[in-house]
């Protein structure tokens, strides 16, 4: 009985999903109807294959945000939303419509990240998007925005795959896991003139990728691996992996992984007598959930950054910041850089129609992003044509009490 | 009083066992059909419900029907998941059409499921709840850590998107069709399955295994056929999920998806499914309707997920007493021994 | 030999916090039958309830002259904390449901544990939301009460990781070799301390013989004159304040908290209990240990990313061959 239920029951299913698939095979309306209302809009500009946002006036132009607004990651999260806030501030209005930041919450994970995608496409005020913050919820993420045309610029995601795919309205301002991994092994093998590496990472998307590549790279320089090592992310005892990588007396330890656990791995590396070099990526930086919560550990630990202190307007965006918010975290800054671009390139390519609305056309708006370099408060940024920065610059800070101290810039022609 | 209470239930009975699933079969419908300037998000919303409740049908296989407690239900997502973007990207470079892949992503994920039910058969709750836990938790970590096969923690990205009898599914209203239209069949099948000697088996099962052992109930059997079920649905379920979202990571499949389809089948009222459907809505589309408290979203979720289980203990939609048991429902359950 | 010695003691360090934390899962279990998912953000609560004093302590320059009391102020405030909220949750999201399914009961402890971990995140913007009440120009707060709820709730959550002050740090005694740092030995023996008074509560008070009539029967034990109610209160303030001086451990030994730090030890103290056999005083101990020693034992032969299955497969293994735990527990007579 069971079995004949069985087979009958496989095939029903497939002849089914024949039939339901086969029967309701609804027209693309949406995209058509609203390609024609666009036509009709665009009565001054050369038409735009991507369509048009068209903001009534009255209306307010939208920012989105997509970034970790709850759980685990919200305080990084939190801090992109302050800095595109601080960003929409000093822009002030577009074209007389008032701007507002919409915060995404896509809790660092994929499926909500999608679901923020969809969100914000279907906004037909919105201008464009900053984000989404971890490169595993950018990666889905980015085919929904692709194919909804819709500009984003993300000042975090750091994995090779988001600016791969060659999508025309995506962007990074922040330098991928490759580059980071070289200036690492750089730093680690011709300035700090170290052979042996042990590597530690916390098997994230971002941990694991860029841990991969600082052993490659650090091979290829000469030096020898003493061992990679993986702790799960959550966690709070690593002392098997530290008495494990420590086996081999590495002369430096790489961290390929966030603060918290980064925090707790020091403290434990210094604990089980460990006195060499400890050196991480981005993750790292950060004085109250990396420095402090190491409790004294984290001294003269090293970690690599996109520039920031250096470039011009940076005090007075801190000001307008701590006023608000206290310090900046992490990528705060970034996230102000990548309003803006999306705001400015936005201005120069809306128009008002005789209607009386702003109407903003999508494909010269991203080309408008392309070609325009912009000087930030993270430094130079101007894209390739993937939508990564032509060139990136790197500085390595170290940790020297209550201070990351920078200690040398390296800049890349991408 | 009492006659009245009874009516009043039985009213608010019906009105839950029709009306509504009527209602709510009228709105997923309706959604891709009329065009509304939202109508994207919200094919994503419900469509990912509907995932959900496919999921939850496979779960109920396990928990509801079957009585077995498990904790581990994303192993069998992931494995279907995995199995999708193995077989249809170019991670491997092997293109295998769609029907065939998710086919053999649910018997895979079948034989997964069997075997390990095997070791596990003498188990009873709790106890078999540890050990899908465990189970769950180390299919993740080798997901994670066979790096020359899965790719580890990057994932596997660029999965095809299916083309069925030459409709491509690059718009997410097929894949709400799609999804839909298998929760309809799953529905229908597992209406026959509860209804028939399986069926009736597991519910013996389920209220005492020891006296459905004795009764000569093959009790070994029907365990690993419903973990074999249970596993094949979770196994469709993933490889749509794998083609939907177009790239999949092992943290994907971490242990919340295993709470999360445990408490849509709980909330729904453990052992119906219709209540499926209305958990499922409840449970995944509310975080998404929520979006408007910005930061408050996930403590008002929280919140409302107490307030919900208080209001309603049993779940939306309780479990039918069986049609055999409401005869002998005023005897004592001595003489419901002595009778067997 | 030496390092073998080195991961066998940090095994029973990591041991200690499963155990204690598993104990209160196996009380609650013991009682009602239920699993209590927000057992692991009570532990949270109570770190952060402990960071909270210990702070304040040691800005005061309180906890430099007077180590040995600061710590124990930390304990009492982490054990106090977590046993309030966790007679609270007890009292407001489990009694309600009290003959409901108990898989009813599961879902309303993973939203209590949403709800807690969002709430200590959001307490700082609670405060300054309360601080900032007011009715046309006039405050309902005096300047400095409104200044004073802003600092609190900021010292107290907040979504960033929380620093420990260090007090103990990494100095320790040696034997032949082997190093073990004061406040490993600080927690391996407050973990006993406080194993050996339950098990002296259970076993020979008045409280203790009601708990465990309440737990073989509700209602016979209702008959007998036991306010069971009472004693239910009673074991969710036993469990939580355990789970509240692991938590405040785990902030001492590992000098960070954060919102989402339960969640982890709360899934293995749990499988810890069930391993010993759930609803089991000295099941949960023997679990939790075993867990924890599972776990560096399997470092030794595989690489560290495997520690986590090697763990869950010795689990699996032992629970195939003893299917109700190795003590024997109750968890198996339960319908679902």
Redesign the interface.
Known sequence: ??KR?FFV??L???M???A???G???A???VS?EAADAADTADSAVEDEWGYITIPAGEKVVLGLSSA????Y??YG?DMLNGATVAVQTFGDLNGWEVVVE???DQC????G??VA??F??N?YLVGVVGPMCS?TA??AM?IYA??HVLMITPSST?I?VTA?GNQNVFRIVANDDLQAQVAVDYLFNVLGLTTLGIVHD???Y???IAEAVKAKFEAAGGTVTGL????R????F???V??ILEANPAAIYWGGM??EG??LV?QL??AGFEGVFFGPDGIKSI??FV?????AAEGAYMTFGAVGGATGYDEFLTKFTEQFGDP?AYGPGSYDAAMIILNAAKAVATVDSDGNLVIPKKALADAVRAAPYDGITGHLEFDENGDLKVVSITVFQAQGEELVPVKVYDFGQ | MKNKNRLTTKLDQRLLRTVLPALISVIILSIPLFNFPQQNLWIRIIGYAGLYIILGLGLLVHVGLAGMFDLGFAAFYAIGAYTCAFLASPHFNIHLPFLVVILIAGVLAALVGSLICIPVLKLRGDYLGIVTLGFGEIVRMLLMNLTDITNGSQGIIQIDKPIILGLNFSNGKYFYYFIFALVALLLFLLNRVINSRTGRAWLAMREDEDVAQMSGIDTSKYKILAFAIGAFIGGLGGAIFASWQGSIFPDNFNMNVSINILCVIILGGLGNQMGVILGAMALIALPDILRGFSDYRMIIFGLLLIIMMILRPQGFLPRKAPKFEENSSGLPDTKKEVQS | MQKIIEQLINGLTVGSFYALIALGYTMVYGVLSMINFAHGDIFMVGAYFGCFTITQLSKSGFAESNPALAIIYTFAAGALGAALTGVTVERLAYRPLRKASRLSTLISAIGTSIFLEEFVRLVPKFGSMISSIHFGEQYIFPASWRSAIVKVTQTFGGAMVKAYPGILGTEGIKLGGVSISYSRILIMAVAIVFMVLLYLLVRFTKLGKAMRAVSEDKETASLMGINVNRIISSTFFIGSALAGIAGVMMGIFYLQIRTTMGFTPGIKAFTAAVVGGIGNIPGAMLGGYLLGLAEVISVQFLPAVYKDIVAFAILIVMLIVKPTGILGGSGGKNKL
Do not use: H, W, Y
């Open positions: 009985m069971s239920l029951s496989f029903t299913i497939a089914l999903l024949f339901a698939c086969g309701k095979a609804p693309e309306e949406a109807t607004l709850s759980a685990g919200a305080a939190q915060g995404g919450d994970e994929g499926a909500p999608v679901t969809e969100q496409s279907a037909p595993g990666i889905p085919d194919e909804n994995a795959p795919a098997q994230s998307i941990g694991q990728g090592e993986g702790i799960t959550g966690d709070t005892d002392s098997a992996v008495s494990t603060d918290a925090a707790l403290n210094r604990a109250p959930s402090d919560a190491a409790g004294g975290i």
